[in-house]
């Protein structure tokens, strides 16, 4: 059964309950009346319902499965081509491949678009220039009129290797759920059923359910982006080219803004990160002592018993790189490591981990919290249940046309992408307060 189909199923049933509650709430209703929709309700539209949420959840879980294999063939593939010397390219209507033993652009000292630049110019090495494109093509004319392609046959290039760094840099985005959208923003539909059961003496009356919510959860898709204006005689002469460090530097910029969002974005203008997401569970820190009573350490312990609670076991302890120094500098009166080194846990320590859980670190984890602005956070949770939408990777054009008159490129790096921690706000719990100052 699809998805959709589950839904519209859903919904009948809503309004059939609906229908039947009318039915018992008209002013001519008997007793057996009511008795018999609620027996209608309970052995046929609850069932029903509880039956089609379970097909739904599998369906769901198929379909982002399926969502992240697509995404992993699709980084392998990137991968593959990667460990090529330099990425195919169209030319006019030719595929043109480069060998590797033909490739005088594989060590980065020289960038192919400067070359395009350098010889439609006809810059001092213009002769060189044209030489290292046609050992590149393997020898097949070109003329100068193909710079007009030079941002298509470099793009490619650029693109994977931004791609590259975004999954190496952006540790949340290893942790969460991804799904590829084409749209710009999801809804995500939540039926409970308030249900009740108890013990029951013989012929008393049975635990009755009553209610019934769905509700809605919506996440959008917002951009990021960046510039970068360079002069052409730099992308001709620099050494190594400046096009791949400009392009790079914009990547991490896109990747620093991404994951920041994810963990403490307002929502306006950026994804709505885990902090601001409504209905989160959070416990508060006061002892600077980590291993105080009350202290960070038992805080710790606190959310992760509080995540098993409402929805099940942690999957990551997200902190600042000064948090988790803190933790494993703390010693016990005799001046041995609580966490670090000599003490009885040092085993998962040595893999980054507390009380069993993986412990992973963030730079972009906010350090100006509280009413000093100079508190941390730690957050504990089930980050496999937030989701990133993905709906445009990271692309970089160029255009040499804005800055004409000055003889300048500009580069520009762009991205789309949304996320939620709404759909199970009780997975994850903010530790804060007073005893993360200054870390």
């Known amino acids: 059964m699809e998805l959709q ?22 002013e001519n209703t008997t007793a057996d009346d009511v008795k018999a929709v609620r027996t209608q309700i309970e052995t046929e539209i609850a069932p029903e319902i509880e039956r089609l949420q379970t097909a739904r959840a599998e369906k769901a879980r198929e379909e982002e499965i399926a969502g992240m294999k697509a995404q992993v063939t699709t980084l392998n593939s990137v991968i593959e081509d990667l460990k090529k010397p330099i990425p195919g390219f169209s030319l006019g209507s030719g595929s043109l491949e480069v060998p590797v033993e033909n490739n005088p652009y594989a060590d980065g000292s020289k960038s192919f678009f400067a070359d395009v630049h350098r010889v439609k110019q006809n810059w001092g090495g213009a002769e060189e220039a044209r030489n290292r494109m046609m050992a590149a093509t393997e020898g097949k004319a070109m003329s100068e009129g193909v710079d007009a392609q030079g941002g298509y046959l470099v793009q490619p290039l650029i693109e994977r290797q931004i791609v590259e760094a975004r999954e190496q840099d952006n540790v949340i985005r290893s942790l969460v759920s991804k799904v590829n959208i084409n749209t710009d923003g999801i809804q995500l539909d939540q039926l409970s059923l ?86 989160i569970q959070t416990q508060t820190v006061t002892p600077t002592d980590v291993s105080a009573d009350g202290g960070l350490l038992d805080k710790v312990l606190d959310a992760i018993s509080a995540v098993q609670t409402e929805h099940g076991e942690p999957t990551a302890i997200v902190l600042h790189p000064r948090t988790w120094v803190k933790i494993l500098k703390d010693k016990d009166a005799q001046g041995a490591y609580t966490v670090g080194p000599d003490s009885v846990q040092s085993a998962r320590t040595a893999s980054k981990s507390l009380f069993g859980v993986p412990v992973v670190t963030s730079n972009r984890v906010p350090t100006n919290l509280g009413a000093g602005t100079n508190e941390s956070c730690v957050i504990v949770g089930d980050f496999r249940s937030a989701l990133i939408l993905d709906r445009q990777g990271i692309t970089v054009d160029e255009s040499p046309h804005v800055f004409f008159t000055s003889n300048q490129t500009v580069f520009r790096a762009e991205q789309r992408v949304g996320f939620t921690a709404a759909r199970e706000p009780k997975a994850f719990c903010v530790i804060g307060g007073a005893g993360l100052v200054n870390g």
């Not at 189909?5 to 008209?26: N, Q, T, V, Y």
């Not at 019934?212 to 917002?222: E, H, P, R």
Request: hydrophobic letters at 45%; glycine letters at 8%.
């Open 5 to 26: 189909e589950i839904i519209s199923k859903i919904e009948a049933l809503e309004g059939r309950a609906s229908e039947l509650l009318s039915k018992a709430d008209a």
């Open 194 to 279: 308030g249900t009740a059961a108890g013990w029951v003496a013989e012929l008393a009356q049975k635990p009755e359910t009553t209610s019934m919510a769905l509700s809605t959860i919506t996440a959008s898709v917002f951009t990021a982006a960046g510039l970068a204006t360079i002069s052409n005689q730099l992308l001709a002469d620099s050494n190594p080219a400046v096009d791949r460090l400009v392009t790079t530097d914009l990547a991490k910029r896109l990747v620093a803004l991404e994951e920041a969002a994810f963990i403490s974005g307002n929502g306006t203008g950026k994804p709505l990160g885990i902090l601001a997401t409504p209905n």
